[in-house]
């Protein structure tokens, strides 16, 4: 936490520097030159720690305000939601109606203080609306029509009261006066800073839920070294089942205790879709009894060579994730680089055959042996 302290706080400890570095009693008086090169100094102190501070607030969405924190907030796809016009119905009216007219789309009015503003929109709905004329026709008899209009500024401000929108603000010809009957309602401001943060928690939050990358992130959270495989669709018998989806484990094992399995339902419940049915399993452990034949160098030494080849190739099946293929090449190279006095490799074999070994889905593949001669 940054600790702050005021002008009064920043004098007095710069001069009790100054006075502990010195051998002599200094004046610090008020009006003495060496107090108001302090003071100076403070000063410039003080500024700084305030532009600290604007940097501080600026780079975190909980004290960002206005465009700061729609900049912060545009890293991560998210805007400001936006103001909304505040929209009614207004009535124009006149005194002789002896002669047809016409009020124009995007025709203004104006409330009575000339503050607001207001303009004509198209409601093809609206009885008095012809569409050939873009506007609202008043026949030759009628003294009035009723048409909706929107405030011209975004927010509460068009939010007016009755009988408030009494100014023709464009010369409409048969057209005498003009009113609003009913309050206005529907105006909001652009979303406030409080409202802004609230709604990107819930962003945040959404965007981890009822997902794949949700379900492996909540697995991912238990402990390091787990592996799964996520199967939409499929139930635990591998069949296809619309809204099922099956996740297998792994912990490293091949055979991960009921406890762990435990965890991980528990932890996909809390993100799973909603209206979906699911399943954790452990894999189908397939275990990989591996032989080679070595030839070293005169300098090699077979035991040597052989525990060393032995790691290599156990660490590396053991790795495999669930599902994946265990190529017998691989393991040539990794007898290979395992000692340089390694020359050839021949007879290598996986369970007794010299092709890839290849899991089933669900499967994953352990490492039973490593035979070495």
Same mark, same amino acid.
């Given at each position: 936490?940054?600790?702050?302290?005021?002008?009064?706080?920043?004098?007095?400890?710069?001069?009790?520097?100054?006075?502990?570095?010195?051998?002599?009693?200094?004046?610090?008086?008020?009006?003495?030159? *060496?107090?108001?090169?302090?003071?100076?100094?403070?000063?410039?102190?003080?500024?700084?720690?305030?532009?600290?501070?604007?940097?501080?607030?600026?780079?975190?969405?909980?004290?960002?305000?206005?465009?700061?924190?729609?900049?912060?907030?545009?890293?991560?796809?998210? $805007?400001?939601?936006?103001?909304?016009?505040?929209?009614?119905?207004?009535?124009?009216?006149?005194?002789?109606?002896?002669?047809?007219?016409?009020?124009?789309?995007?025709?203004?009015?104006?409330?009575?203080?000339?503050?607001?503003?207001?303009?004509?929109?198209?409601?093809?709905?609206?009885?008095?609306?012809?569409?050939?004329?873009?506007?609202?026709?008043?026949?030759?008899? +009628?003294?009035?029509?009723? +048409?909706?209009?929107?405030?011209?500024?975004?927010?509460?401000?068009?939010?007016?009261?009755?009988?408030?929108? %009494?100014?023709?603000? $464009?010369?409409?010809?048969?057209?005498?006066?003009?009113?609003?009957?009913?309050?206005?309602?529907?105006?909001?401001?652009?979303?406030?800073?409080?409202?802004?943060?609230?709604?990107?928690?819930?962003?945040?939050?959404?965007?981890?839920?009822?997902?794949?990358?949700?379900?492996?992130?909540?697995?991912?959270?238990?402990?390091?070294?787990?592996?799964?495989?996520?199967?939409?669709?499929?139930?635990?018998?591998?069949?296809?089942?619309?809204?099922?989806? %099956?996740?297998?484990?792994?912990?490293?094992?091949?055979?991960?205790?009921?406890?762990?399995?435990?965890?991980?339902?528990?932890?996909?419940?809390?993100?799973?879709?909603?209206?979906?049915?699911?399943?954790?399993?452990?894999?189908? *452990?397939?275990?990989?009894?591996?032989?080679?034949?070595?030839?070293?160098? @005169? +300098?090699?030494?077979?035991?040597?060579?052989?525990?060393?080849?032995? $790691?290599?190739?156990?660490?590396?099946?053991?790795?495999?994730?669930?599902?994946?293929? *265990?190529?017998?090449?691989?393991?040539?190279?990794?007898?290979?680089?395992?000692?340089?006095?390694? %020359?050839?490799?021949?007879?290598?074999?996986?369970?007794?055959?010299?092709?890839?070994?290849?899991?089933?889905?669900?499967?994953?593949?352990?490492? @039973?042996?490593?035979?070495?001669?």
């Amino acid at each position: 936490m940054l600790n702050l302290q005021n002008f009064a706080t920043l004098v007095q400890n710069a001069a009790a520097a100054v006075q502990g570095a010195s051998t002599a009693l200094l004046d610090l008086s008020v009006g003495s030159v *060496l107090r108001a090169v302090l003071e100076a100094s403070s000063s410039v102190a003080l500024w700084l720690q305030w532009l600290i501070l604007q940097v501080l607030s600026m780079t975190r969405a909980a004290t960002s305000t206005g465009a700061n924190l729609d900049s912060w907030m545009a890293d991560y796809g998210l $805007t400001r939601l936006p103001a909304i016009a505040a929209a009614g119905s207004v009535t124009f009216s006149r005194f002789t109606p002896s002669n047809a007219a016409l009020i124009p789309v995007g025709a203004e009015v104006r409330t009575a203080d000339g503050t607001q503003s207001f303009a004509v929109i198209a409601a093809t709905n609206n009885p008095a609306w012809s569409a050939s004329q873009n506007g609202y026709a008043i026949a030759a008899g +009628v003294a009035a029509v009723s +048409v909706p209009v929107v405030a011209l500024t975004l927010g509460t401000v068009g939010n007016v009261q009755p009988n408030t929108i %009494t100014l023709l603000a $464009t010369a409409i010809p048969g057209i005498d006066q003009v009113t609003n009957p009913l309050a206005f309602t529907g105006g909001i401001n652009a979303e406030t800073d409080a409202a802004f943060r609230a709604r990107f928690v819930n962003y945040i939050n959404s965007r981890s839920l009822a997902t794949p990358i949700a379900v492996g992130n909540a697995i991912a959270g238990i402990q390091q070294g787990l592996t799964y495989l996520l199967q939409e669709n499929i139930n635990p018998a591998g069949a296809t089942e619309m809204g099922f989806f %099956t996740v297998t484990i792994d912990d490293g094992s091949g055979n991960p205790p009921a406890s762990l399995i435990a965890t991980v339902s528990a932890a996909i419940e809390a993100v799973r879709p909603v209206g979906s049915r699911y399943a954790v399993l452990p894999p189908t *452990l397939i275990e990989a009894s591996i032989s080679l034949n070595v030839t070293l160098s @005169a +300098v090699g030494s077979l035991a040597t060579v052989a525990s060393e080849i032995s $790691t290599a190739i156990t660490s590396f099946v053991d790795a495999l994730p669930i599902g994946a293929t *265990l190529p017998i090449s691989r393991l040539a190279q990794l007898a290979y680089d395992a000692d340089p006095t390694v %020359t050839n490799v021949t007879a290598l074999s996986i369970n007794g055959n010299t092709a890839d070994l290849v899991p089933p889905v669900t499967g994953v593949i352990k490492a @039973a042996s490593v035979v070495v001669n």
